[in-house]
């Protein structure tokens, strides 16, 4: 499986290591955790990144055709 990472790099013990990655597999399509810039929410207990980030991708998925946008061109 080929799999897309994301993350800080430091060195530890004289190689380099990632620091808590983002990860996800290539295949899914679009990617939401890695990539590009990605969102960090502030969250409750119990609610994690990886899961709030896939359900407002997917309301702004839902939304994103059915707006008007305000601003002028």
């Known amino acids: 499986m080929k799999i897309v990472l994301s993350g800080k790099v430091r060195l530890f013990n004289g190689r380099f ?3 808590s990655p983002e990860w996800e597999p290539m295949e899914e399509g679009d990617l939401i955790h890695t990539g590009r810039l990605v969102p960090v929410y502030p969250l409750t207990e119990g609610l994690h990144q990886r899961q709030s980030r896939k359900m ?15 601003l002028p061109n």
């Open 17 to 19: 290591v990632f620091e």
């Open 56 to 70: 407002i991708k997917g309301v702004v998925d839902l939304w994103q055709g059915q707006l008007t946008d305000f």
